[in-house]
């Protein structure tokens, strides 16, 4: 099965529609770090195919990282375009919150998350969004956000992590959260759902170069009337990184593919 891609023209495309739809919705764009992305895809959606190795080495990291944050809008654009704005009060809050902080996420500190916090919140909304298969995002949660699914409201509390450390603590706050909501609603289709993003965790900017993935369950080999362990590894490479760093971890995916 073939992976659907985009190219970089059509990416940018989308973004265009995406700016200007939330600019329709009353959205302060600028001086947000959304207009820097739109600059920096305009230009290098076409330049890419004729720069120079030295002018991949001194852009390519920020033309990366400008593809990487455009998705979001994107994508809550594709889910609510539809939607009147009326309705979507909560969503225009939180992407012109949404709109705000450093331009990379590398550069954020603990006082300059909320931007993309309250982005997060978006997305997992526009995820959950798909009025054609019989869900639909809460537009008016008391949660981050919500989603309507066969009579059952499940209440989603968002939490962006930015460190390892901190998984345990962001997950026990947002299930406190989420019993505080429960015990507000009258009911029994009541339930909820703690959303984690581990995005800045992964894509740390420095000298991490990938993450190696496992799957591990037990199964039942019906041939053999047998409960069965089975195990899968992969190696994701992080974008952007430098070719010898791509070849560091072909050298080890094939070491390890032939050891027990």
Same mark, same amino acid.
């Given at each position: 099965?073939?992976? +659907?891609?985009?190219? @970089?023209?059509?990416?940018?495309? *989308? @973004?265009?529609?995406?700016?200007?739809?939330?600019?329709?919705?009353?959205?302060?764009?600028? #001086?947000?770090?959304?207009?820097? @992305?739109?600059? =920096?895809?305009?230009?290098?959606?076409?330049? @890419?195919?004729?720069?120079?190795?030295?002018?991949? &080495? *001194?852009?390519? #990291?920020?033309?990366? $990282?400008?593809?990487?944050?455009? %998705?979001? %809008?994107?994508?809550?654009?594709?889910?609510?375009?539809?939607?009147?704005?009326?309705?979507?009060?909560?969503?225009?809050?939180?992407?012109?919150?949404?709109?705000?902080? +450093?331009?990379?996420?590398?550069?954020?500190?603990?006082?300059?998350?909320?931007?993309? !916090?309250?982005?997060? /919140?978006?997305?997992?909304?526009?995820?959950?969004?798909?009025?054609?298969?019989?869900?639909?995002?809460?537009?008016?949660?008391?949660?981050?956000?919500?989603?309507?699914? !066969?009579?059952?409201?499940?209440?989603? /509390?968002?939490?962006?992590?930015?460190?390892?450390?901190? =998984?345990?603590? !962001?997950?026990?706050?947002?299930?406190? &959260?989420?019993?505080?909501?429960?015990?507000?609603?009258?009911?029994?289709? !009541?339930?909820?759902?703690?959303?984690?993003?581990?995005?800045?965790?992964?894509?740390?900017?420095?000298? =991490?170069?990938?993450?190696?993935?496992? %799957? $591990?369950?037990?199964?039942?080999?019906?041939?053999?009337?047998?409960?069965?362990?089975? $195990?899968?590894?992969?190696?994701? #490479?992080?974008?952007?990184?430098?070719? $010898?760093?791509? &070849?560091?971890?072909?050298?080890?995916?094939?070491?390890?593919?032939?050891?027990?």
């Amino acid at each position: 099965m073939s992976i +659907p891609t985009e190219t @970089y023209e059509a990416v940018f495309e *989308q @973004y265009s529609v995406a700016m200007r739809w939330m600019t329709a919705l009353g959205i302060k764009l600028d #001086p947000g770090r959304t207009s820097h @992305y739109e600059k =920096i895809v305009r230009h290098w959606k076409d330049a @890419y195919k004729t720069a120079t190795a030295d002018d991949g &080495q *001194q852009i390519f #990291p920020d033309f990366i $990282s400008s593809m990487f944050e455009v %998705f979001d %809008f994107v994508s809550i654009h594709k889910a609510f375009e539809g939607v009147p704005a009326q309705q979507l009060t909560s969503i225009i809050e939180k992407l012109q919150k949404g709109v705000n902080g +450093p331009i990379n996420a590398a550069d954020e500190t603990p006082d300059s998350t909320a931007a993309r !916090n309250f982005l997060f /919140e978006a997305v997992v909304a526009a995820k959950a969004h798909r009025p054609d298969k019989g869900i639909e995002a809460i537009l008016d949660a008391r949660s981050d956000t919500g989603i309507g699914l !066969n009579g059952k409201k499940i209440w989603v /509390e968002c939490k962006r992590v930015t460190n390892v450390d901190k =998984i345990e603590s !962001n997950a026990r706050k947002a299930s406190s &959260q989420l019993e505080t909501i429960l015990a507000g609603e009258v009911g029994s289709g !009541n339930r909820g759902i703690v959303a984690l993003d581990v995005s800045k965790i992964l894509n740390r900017g420095d000298k =991490i170069i990938g993450t190696i993935v496992r %799957f $591990s369950f037990m199964a039942s080999s019906e041939a053999r009337n047998l409960l069965v362990h089975a $195990s899968q590894w992969a190696m994701n #490479p992080r974008v952007g990184i430098a070719t $010898s760093d791509e &070849q560091i971890q072909r050298q080890l995916v094939a070491a390890l593919a032939t050891t027990p």
